[in-house]
Structure formats: structure tokens, C-alpha cells
């Protein structure tokens, strides 16, 4: 169970500490434990009944009436209220309250019902990359348990790969890109969800997955003959070993474009080999797909 100061509630809900205050002085909306120093802690359940209360009031209701339903009634409520396709933040909110829950069933209707209105890349990149850069602040904080991560990491995956099985054949002969991770890497979504998007704009992909020694990559690129290379640095490999890794992969296949992705790819003062390229948004990469096939821009 996650502790969180209230701090970590701000930040987590977008709800102001000293209205979080107020809420809990005058409704009883939380429960917090104090702790030997007399600190407020606050539990998932807090979080999550926060999380819901914040989508409620964001739509007009009023806090009074909010706080006097239940949890299951908040929970119904919400469901009924997460239609607006660009309300992104009240759909993270909602995720999120629900990843905490374990509610799987909710979490896919609420995937499902986000991609129904903004379609698949869209959903990927306004729901559900901020949904998992705030988990990212739950790691960091230590506040989120592996159980909740891998829930919605399996249903996101799940998602990602039918989209991509839904997708059209793509012809040998279209540019060609291998995907892969780095020895030990098991992150894979980012790289699950480029591999999408080449698919989606006609690229033909070679997706080789997780934990992958760089010594193969020779072989690979001798019998493929890639345009380019993809791989994404979420934990591997070491950070003062990010410059020998792309060292390694440039030199496995030599005049390739290599594209790294990833918080270790960007650290302040690092070199890279000059066929790397490394893109700082997901975005970003979408981009440089674009710019590598001119004629589907004209599309």
C-alpha cells in the first residue's frame, strides 16, 4: 500500500495541497494517519477516492454533493462522465484510480472507450503516455506496488499488439527498420508502440523484442539489410555505459541510422556516435518517420 504526503497528491491529482486540506477538514473526504512526527500520510485508497472526486468536480459537480456519495457511487460516476475526447487529464485521473483499485475490467473499458473516441495513436499518446509518466512519479516515490505497474502494463501491451496485428501487410519492400532492446532491457512498450507507428505509416519492421545482445545485431543487419535501427533505454544498458552501447551498435551495422530513445539517451554531456539520432518525445520520433518517407506527409 502506497504512502503519500500531500505533496504527492498534489502533484498526483493536479489538486492544490491547501484545497486538498480544505476537502478533508470540511467533508471528511480523506483519512490520513499521522505519523511519529505528527506528518499526514495518505494510502491508495485516499489517492484513488481523490483522483475520482478531482474528474466529478472538474465536470461541474460540486464537492458538498461528491463527497456525500459512496465509493462505488463515485466510481459509476466517473464512468458516466469520461466522454469528452480531449479531456485527457480527467481520463489519466480516471486510469489511474482505477490501475490502484486492481479494477482490470474498468481499466479496459476505459482504454477501450478512449481509443473508440480518439482512435488508437491518439489514445497512446494523450491518455496513455501521461498516464505512465505519473506512474513514473509513483516509482519514484515509491508509492506504486508491482502488482498495479504490471496490471497496466500487461493491458496496455495487450492493446498495443492487437493494434498492430489489426494493421494492413506491409510489402518487403517498404523501408525497413529493426526494433529491438538492450541485454538485460525488459521495458518494452515504448518500443511496442514505435513499432506500431512505422507499421502505421507503412514501414516494414523487424521487431526482435526484449534483452537482445548487441553482438547479434551483425548477423541481423547482414540478413535484413535495415534502413535503420530502433531501440529504447529505459534501465539498460548503465548510464556511463550509454556512449560504448551506440558505439556497439554502430559499429554491428555500420552507416545505419540509429535511433535511441529513452531518459538515458539524453543525459546532459553525452556523445553519440554521429548516425544516432535521439529523439526527445514520442513525438518527436512520429516526426522523423515522416521526414524519412516525404511522400507520406504529402498524404
Known amino acids: 500500500m502506497g504512502h503519500y504526503s500531500i505533496s504527492d497528491l498534489e502533484q498526483l491529482s493536479g489538486i492544490k495541497a491547501h484545497t486538498i486540506r480544505m476537502w478533508e477538514q470540511r467533508y471528511g473526504l480523506l483519512r490520513p494517519v499521522r505519523t511519529a512526527t505528527n506528518i499526514r500520510t495518505y494510502c491508495d485508497d485516499d489517492l484513488r477516492r481523490l483522483l ?8 461541474g459537480k460540486r464537492i458538498s454533493q461528491v463527497a456525500c ?31 490502484l483499485s486492481l479494477d482490470e475490467l ?14 488508437f495513436e491518439k489514445m ?3 491518455v496513455a503516455y501521461p498516464l505512465l509518466q505519473r506512474i513514473g512519479l509513483m516509482w ?49 512498450l515504448a518500443l511496442l508502440f514505435m513499432n506500431y507507428a512505422l507499421r502505421a505509416r507503412g514501414q516494414h519492421t523487424l521487431y526482435l523484442g526484449q534483452n537482445l545482445p548487441t553482438a547479434e545485431l551483425g548477423a541481423v543487419c ?10 529504447v533505454l529505459t534501465s539498460q544498458p548503465e548510464r556511463g555505459r550509454v556512449a560504448e552501447f551506440a558505439r556497439e551498435v554502430s559499429a554491428q551495422c555500420p552507416g545505419k541510422p540509429v535511433v535511441l530513445y529513452g531518459a538515458l539517451a539524453r543525459q546532459e554531456g553525452l556523445v553519440l556516435p554521429e548516425n544516432c539520432i535521439s529523439p526527445v518525445l514520442m513525438t518527436d520520433f512520429l516526426a522523423l518517420i515522416a521526414e524519412q518517407v516525404p511522400e507520406i506527409v504529402a498524404a
Open 124 to 126: 497512446m499518446l494523450f
Open 69 to 99: 456519495l459512496s465509493d462505488e457511487e463515485i466510481k459509476q460516476a466517473v464512468l458516466a462522465c469520461c466522454d469528452d475526447a480531449h479531456d485527457y487529464h480527467r481520463q489519466v485521473n480516471a486510469l489511474l484510480a482505477a490501475m
Open 140 to 188: 519514484l516515490a515509491g508509492t506504486v506496488n508491482p502488482a498495479q505497474e504490471h496490471l497496466l502494463a500487461h493491458l496496455l501491451r495487450q492493446k498495443i499488439l492487437a493494434a498492430t496485428d489489426a494493421l494492413p501487410s506491409v510489402p518487403t519492400t517498404a523501408r525497413r527498420w529493426v526494433l529491438f532492446l538492450p541485454a538485460e532491457e525488459l521495458h518494452e
Open 52 to 59: 475520482n472526486v478531482s474528474t466529478l468536480c472538474g465536470r
Open 222 to 231: 547482414a540478413t535484413y539489410q535495415p534502413d535503420a535501427l530502433v531501440t
Open 106 to 119: 474498468r481499466l479496459n473499458q476505459l482504454f477501450s472507450e478512449a481509443t473508440k473516441r480518439l482512435g
